[in-house]
């Protein structure tokens, strides 16, 4: 089963269609039951171009960007998974694709509401990174939630240097590293951003164009990965001379998935993208929160990817319903939100909720296993 876990890490984000094959079971339907936080939430769509990147044959770089934000309250109808599933109508295949994967889904409402006035004030910043080849939805509710907090959440596909899907290599990464800076680029403009306070969060693929990102772009105050690939490819990290993770002075959240620890990556994984030095364990001059989550399979760190009708029984964790799974994304929001208030809001309380153990936090035992480093701390992460 574990190599299929690692495949699944490295195929990252799109996962296959389901069909009627052997292997497949029935997941429950996903809602994202987390209370929001005191603002309604607005959701801004521009289409953007980086004139200082050519893509293909084309002089600039096509960008359909998002931005949630903290709004004023407002009766019109919120989008739906339909809704967000639309703005990839563009493009065919991407769009079929996604219809396929959460057809049953597409009526479900989220919270954002299109084009909403946004509410008095100026609000950190949080630039999220996609998995490979994925829209900039895929974790709409967390961006939503954020949102919700007080935090303008602005995304951007995941597209090669110059494809549309993602090329797993440097320059692939490199690609989307520079769409973080552009898009914190962009942010600039919006009067109700607070340039003082940046954060990168990213799912799979995308949790290496974070830290390349930051490793160049001085702006970025703090990083979270859902399951990031910085774990599993230390060999890229290597590769690109100017990433140091033993020099990083930002703190940094990590959700992993519980059961895989570096001696199983080891084992599984011998590719030269995959040896290297652990950037965890490098990362000793930030402040480093490790977040196991016993029950959660690497998609389910995808709110989108949770509302395919099916899924692999081979992706089940042992000991673990896919439910139960389903049910730790609830926790990644809240630890992402406890971070990002502690760091970019400088929280007090939030900052005692990373240190303390999970179940002071309400966390039932069977959820998830969380660990602080302080910087400047030498212990070594599982």
């Given at each position: ?40 939430v607005g959701l801004r769509v521009a ?191 290597k590769r690109a001379d100017y990433v ?139």
């Amino acid at each position: 089963m574990m190599g299929k876990v690692l495949l699944a890490v490295i195929m990252i984000g799109m996962c296959a269609p389901a069909t009627a094959a052997s292997g497949m079971a029935k997941s429950s339907p996903f809602t994202f039951a987390e209370e929001p936080g005191r603002f309604a939430v607005g959701l801004r769509v521009a289409d953007l171009r980086d004139t200082s990147r050519a893509f293909g044959k084309a002089h600039s770089r096509p960008l359909q960007t998002l931005v949630w934000y903290p709004a004023l309250t407002n009766t019109s109808p919120p989008m739906t998974v339909g809704d967000y599933v639309r703005l990839t109508v563009s493009e065919p295949e991407l769009h079929t694709k996604w219809m396929s994967r959460v057809g049953e889904s597409l009526d479900g409402r989220l919270r954002a509401i299109r084009n909403a006035s946004p509410a008095q004030g100026r609000y950190p910043v949080v630039i999220y990174a996609p998995s490979d080849s994925s829209v900039s939805w895929e974790n709409a509710d967390i961006c939503e939630y954020l949102a919700s907090h007080g935090y303008i959440v602005i995304a951007s596909p995941s597209m090669g240097a110059d494809t549309l899907d993602m090329t797993d290599d440097l320059p692939g990464i490199e690609a989307q590293a520079r769409d973080i800076s552009f898009l914190i680029d962009y942010a600039k403009t919006l009067s109700d951003s607070d340039m003082s306070a940046i954060a990168v969060a990213a799912f799979s693929w995308g949790g290496l164009a974070d830290l390349f990102a930051a490793a160049r772009d001085e702006r970025i105050d703090a990083l979270v990965a859902l399951d990031g690939s910085m774990r599993y490819f230390p060999g890229l990290v290597k590769r690109a001379d100017y990433v140091h993770p033993e020099k990083m002075h930002i703190p940094l959240l990590a959700f992993t998935r519980g059961e895989i620890t570096l001696e199983i990556i080891a084992s599984q994984l011998s590719a030269p993208e995959n040896i290297g030095p652990s950037v965890l364990n490098a990362w000793t001059h930030g402040d480093l929160l490790t977040v196991e989550m016993f029950a959660m399979a690497h998609q389910q760190f995808s709110s989108m990817l949770e509302r395919r009708p099916t899924h692999y029984v081979d992706d089940e964790i042992p000991g673990y319903t896919w439910e139960e799974g389903s049910a730790g994304y609830v926790w990644v929001a809240r630890y992402t939100l406890y971070f990002l208030d502690a760091y970019l809001k400088h929280d007090v309380s939030s900052l005692a909720r990373l240190k303390a153990a999970p179940a002071t936090n309400g966390v039932p035992r069977h959820v998830m296993n969380a660990s602080f480093r302080p910087a400047n701390s030498p212990d070594v992460v599982p």
